[in-house]
C-alpha cells in the first residue's frame, strides 16, 4: 500500500489503539473517513468523522490494513479473516505463525509500542513475516514514526525482549521516581517540591540524553570519575544490588512475554 489508504483499528476504543489513530490522522497517513474503529460496549466520542463499528470483520472488509489492538487474553474472541491484507499487531506475545494462521493472511508485523505513543514518544520495536511487502514496510514505519520513534528488529525473540524492556513504557522510570520522590519525602520535603523536583530531572535527562553523544555508561562513568556526590550516591546503589535488580527485573518482564505468547 503506497500513499494514503484505508486503515481499520480493532480495539480502537482502548488507550493504544487510539493513541494510534489520532497520530494517523495527525500525520495524515488516513483521511477520517478512511478510518474505521471498533469497540465493544460504548461508542467513544472521539475521532467523530471516521467510522465506528462493534462488527470486527466488516472493519476488516472496509479496511486495507488492519492493526489488532486487544488485549492478549481477548484475542480469541476476534476471529476475523483478513484475505492476504496487510495485519499489525500491537499485542504482547502473539506469534506471527499464529497471527497468520487465525486471521487468512501472510502479511503480518508484531509491534510493540508503549504508552508515551499518547504523546508521540513512543518507542515501538516491530518485526515482520516474509510475506511483508517493501510498501507495508514503508507502512508500517510511518505510522510508528508518528507515535515517536521506530525501529525495524531481526526476531521475535527481539520483540519479546522489548515488550519487557520498552514496552513498559513509564512504568519502570515512574517506579524508579516513585521510591526517590518516598526517600526524599521521609527526609522532611514537601511532598508537592519532591515531585518536582523528581519528575523534572527524570523528564530533564530524557532531553539531555537524546541530544548528547554519549551514551548512558558514559555520562554515568563521568560523574564516577568525578568522585563527588553523584559518585558516592551511584556507588552505593551498586553496592546493594541495583544493577542486579534490574536485570531481575528484565528477566522475570521477558519471561512473562514469552509466557503469554506460549498460553495464546
Keep these: 500500500m503506497s500513499g494514503k489508504g484505508r486503515i481499520g483499528i480493532i480495539g480502537g476504543a482502548g488507550w493504544?489503539?487510539?493513541?494510534?489513530a489520532g497520530s494517523i490522522l495527525r500525520a495524515g497517513i488516513a483521511d477520517p473517513a478512511d478510518l474505521t474503529l471498533s469497540y465493544r460496549r460504548s461508542r467513544p466520542d472521539r475521532f467523530a468523522a471516521s467510522h465506528w463499528t462493534t462488527d470486527n470483520q466488516l472493519l476488516a472488509d472496509r479496511s486495507d490494513v488492519v492493526i489488532m489492538s486487544v488485549r492478549p487474553q481477548d484475542w480469541g474472541s476476534v476471529p476475523v479473516k483478513l484475505e492476504r491484507k496487510l495485519l499489525i499487531s500491537v499485542m504482547a506475545g502473539i506469534r506471527v505463525s499464529a497471527?497468520?494462521?487465525?486471521h487468512?493472511?501472510?502479511r503480518v508485523v508484531r509491534a510493540l509500542p508503549n504508552a508515551a505513543a499518547e504523546v508521540c514518544c513512543s518507542y515501538t520495536p516491530w518485526m515482520a513475516s516474509p510475506?511483508?511487502?517493501?510498501?507495508?514496510?514503508?507502512l508500517?514505519?510511518?505510522i510508528f514514526g508518528a507515535c515517536g520513534v521506530e525501529d525495524e528488529v531481526g526476531s521475535e525473540t527481539d520483540i519479546d525482549y522489548l515488550t519487557g524492556m520498552s514496552g513498559t513504557g513509564p512504568a519502570f522510570p515512574a517506579f524508579l521516581a516513585a521510591a526517590m520522590m518516598k526517600h526524599a519525602i521521609a527526609q522532611?520535603?514537601?511532598a508537592?517540591?519532591?515531585?518536582?523536583a523528581v519528575v523534572t530531572m527524570l523528564t530533564g535527562t530524557g532531553r539531555l540524553l537524546e541530544r548528547q553523544q554519549d551514551n548512558p555508561t558514559d555520562i554515568v562513568n563521568r560523574f564516577v570519575d568525578y568522585r563527588g556526590v553523584t559518585a558516592a550516591g551511584i556507588e552505593e546503589m551498586r553496592a546493594s544490588g541495583f544493577d542486579e535488580a534490574i536485570s531481575n527485573g528484565l528477566a522475570a518482564a521477558f519471561k512473562k512475554s514469552v509466557s503469554m505468547g506460549d498460553a495464546s
Excluded at 511487502?133 to 514503508?138: G, H, N, T
Excluded at 508537592?192 to 518536582?196: F, H, K, L, T
Aim: charged share 40%.
Design 104 to 106: 487468512a493472511t501472510e
Design 131 to 138: 510475506g511483508v511487502v517493501a510498501d507495508d514496510r514503508k
Design 188 to 190: 522532611g520535603l514537601p
Design 99 to 102: 497471527l497468520i494462521e487465525r
Design 140 to 142: 508500517v514505519r510511518k
Design 192 to 196: 508537592d517540591i519532591a515531585e518536582r
Design 16 to 20: 493504544l489503539g487510539g493513541s494510534i
